[in-house]
T-cell receptor, first 114, second 113 residues
Framework: DSGVTQTPKHLITATGQRVTLRCSPR?????VYWYQQSLDQGLQFLIQ???????AKGNILERFSAQQFPDLHSELNLSSLELGDSALYFC?????????????FGPGTRLTVL | DAKTTQPTSMDCAEGRAANLPCNHS???????VYWYRQIHSQGPQYIIH???NNETNEMASLIITEDRKSSTLILPHATLRDTAVYYC??????????????FGGGTRLMVKP
């Protein structure tokens, strides 16, 4: 158990819909990262937040957005869903935003878009 | 961040040492070598990291060559539960562009009885 929690575990929805994935970082960690893992693209970085502020952006689609709240939990919002958005979505957390910080990953949310 | 090259797959007998190689010939002086593994669609799990000295923890040992162009992750006594995809990642310690991990294809290690 990494200490990072993600809800829900599974999500099945239809094309065009909007969903919200939630992540609670390890106690004391200020950075939250979101990654997407699809069959054809592998594990890809989406976005990083540090203490409530966006820190870095990867290959995140404009239909996707995220935020980190004052209690440090984070939400990833996916809208206008397409079949290709079906993937595992992982959240990770680390203490700060650099150095040799270890990132600890949550168990993931499996999103299926029908 | 420097690119890494790993074999696509490897087999190892249970109880034997598993040696997983990684090539990172373009690594810079300020880049660390990290190893993560992912067991069947679970979240990636941190294993170990190092800069230039060999490192050991309760999970594994990391051997980095003197020129730092390659490294080997060693699982001393592999068990069936070590069957996973192992990712070698090279990353700078402080990056104004963010602290993300860049995953490649990894090595699929199959530990066999």
């Amino acid at each position: 158990d990494s200490g990072v929690t993600q809800t829900p575990k599974h999500l099945i929805t239809a094309t065009g819909q909007r969903v919200t994935l939630r992540c609670s970082p390890r106690s004391g960690d200020l950075s939250v990262y979101w990654y997407q893992q699809s069959l054809d693209q592998g594990l890809q970085f989406l976005i990083q937040y540090y203490n409530g502020e966006e820190r870095a952006k990867g290959n995140i689609l404009e239909r996707f957005s995220a935020q980190q709240f004052p209690d440090l939990h984070s939400e990833l919002n996916l809208s206008s869903l397409e079949l290709g958005d079906s993937a595992l979505y992982f959240c990770a957390s680390s203490a700060t935003t650099g150095g040799t910080d270890t990132q600890y990953f949550g168990p993931g949310t499996r999103l299926t878009v029908l | 961040d420097a690119k890494t090259t790993q074999p696509t797959s490897m087999d190892c007998a249970e109880g034997r040492a598993a040696n997983l190689p990684c090539n990172h010939s373009t690594i810079s002086g300020n880049e660390y070598v990290y190893w993560y593994r992912q067991i069947h669609s679970q979240g990636p799990q941190y294993i170990i990291h190092g800069l230039k000295n060999n490192e050991t923890n309760e999970m594994a040992s990391l051997i980095i060559t003197e020129d730092r162009k390659s490294s080997t992750l060693i699982l001393p006594h592999a068990t069936l539960r070590d069957t996973a995809v192992y990712y070698c990642i090279v990353r700078v310690a402080w990056n104004n562009a963010g602290n993300m991990l860049t995953f490649g294809g990894g090595t699929r290690l199959m530990v066999k009885p």
